[in-house]
């Protein structure tokens, strides 16, 4: 009697010690917004090194995910299977998030390295005061080349990509806006526009450039261009950036009739968990010696004017990469709401079809 009297006993300690700790932990979390963090980033868009530093520095374990483009990424976000901590959207679509009530207000005494960005890259129509948002990587959409491969052209005018001697050989990102804003810019009018017969003249002018598209595709774009299975690229700057490091016989160009300038920004969405944590990692990405490790590693531009410094001069003053952001026409992406950028998706998709 006496045994199993003990043995109630040593039950009942073990569970009150379990539902302890449980309760202890539970409350830490909501302290500390817990052990994990969630990340949603681009692919191909980060130094894994930099998660490991992270995790290190902080104990936080980051889960990390990668989408291919805004839309994709805003689906997600919206049908809140996961959940995360942390995502980077392009500007347009910060504007988008902010406005559909998506993302949570950041608390900036929570982020001091934010006085490490260039002030050119805050304070944004997207997103005024960087109420929701904080720059990660910028950049432009040119044309990258392989001169070998492309004869005497030079890339001058967005309306080369239409010469003959291209059949087959060009590839484009698979992005709605940058395709189609190439068509728009290659007749003068704004990445911006929504006049329906502007739009349709754009679509009709890609669908003429049909012959000389070879394949429409993800970040594989870089590896198909460096190993030159095709000459010419429509790309996003820092793709260039890597393409041309792992080939240097292809450069970059920004055609004269002008381009987009993008930023990507980390933000919070809305049903984060670890508020806390997502804070220390947007912080911990404003790290000058941060910041530049990881525009050296990815290739991308950063907007952050203490890493700038400590780049390489090689990198920091190549102006195909850094260029003088008032010497040459660029726009940046606007929110054209909901329905707009839907008709935009569903002509790049009319295009795709009608490559096929
Ligand atoms: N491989 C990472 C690519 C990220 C590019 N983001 C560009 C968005 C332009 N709207």
């Not at 003990?6 to 009942?12: E, S, Y």
């Not at 910028?138 to 291209?166: H, M, Q, R």
């Not at 190549?318 to 040459?328: A, Q, T």
């Amino acid at each position: 009697m006496k045994q199993l009297a003990q043995t109630f006993l040593a039950i009942f300690v073990i569970a009150f010690a379990l539902m302890y700790t449980a309760h202890y932990m539970n409350a830490s979390e909501g302290l500390t917004g817990g052990n994990t963090l969630t990340v949603y980033n681009w692919g191909d868009y980060i130094d894994p090194e930099l998660i490991t530093k992270f995790e290190e520095e902080t104990g936080i374990k980051v889960i990390y995910q990668t989408f291919d483009s805004n839309e994709a990424m805003m689906t997600k976000i919206v049908q809140g299977g996961t959940t995360f901590d942390v995502a980077v959207p392009s500007e347009y679509a910060v504007d988008k998030m902010r406005k559909e009530n998506l993302l949570l207000p950041l608390d900036h005494s929570k982020l001091p390295g934010i006085s490490n960005i260039n002030p050119r890259f805050m304070n944004l129509a997207f997103d005024p005061g960087n109420q929701y948002s904080v720059p990660y990587f910028w950049g432009t959409v040119g044309i990258v080349y392989n001169p070998e491969l492309t004869g005497n052209l030079t890339f001058k005018s967005w309306n080369d990509l239409w010469d003959p001697s291209l059949k087959n050989k060009i590839m484009f990102v698979d992005g709605a806006r940058e395709i189609l804003g190439m068509s728009l810019n290659s007749m003068n009018y704004s990445v911006n526009d929504t006049n329906e017969e502007h739009l349709q003249a754009a679509l009709a002018k890609l669908q003429k450039l049909t012959p000389n598209v070879k394949a429409i595709v993800g970040d594989e774009i870089k590896m198909l261009l460096a190993n030159e299975e095709a000459a010419v690229g429509i790309v996003w700057s820092g793709d260039a950036s890597e393409i041309i490091d792992a080939n240097d016989k292809l450069t970059y160009v920004l055609p004269e009739e002008g381009t987009n300038l993008w930023s990507d920004n980390m933000v919070i969405p809305k049903t984060a968990k670890n508020i806390e944590g997502a804070h220390k990692f947007i912080n911990f990405m404003l790290d000058p010696a941060n910041a530049a490790q990881n525009a050296e590693y990815v290739g991308y531009s950063t907007p952050n004017e203490k890493a700038m410094k400590l780049l390489p001069e090689e990198i920091s003053s190549d102006e195909r990469f850094y260029p003088d952001l008032n010497s040459m026409k660029l726009e940046v992406y606007e929110n054209l709401g909901k329905k707009m950028l839907a008709h935009y998706n569903e002509l790049f998709l009319e295009f795709k079809m009608h490559k096929k």
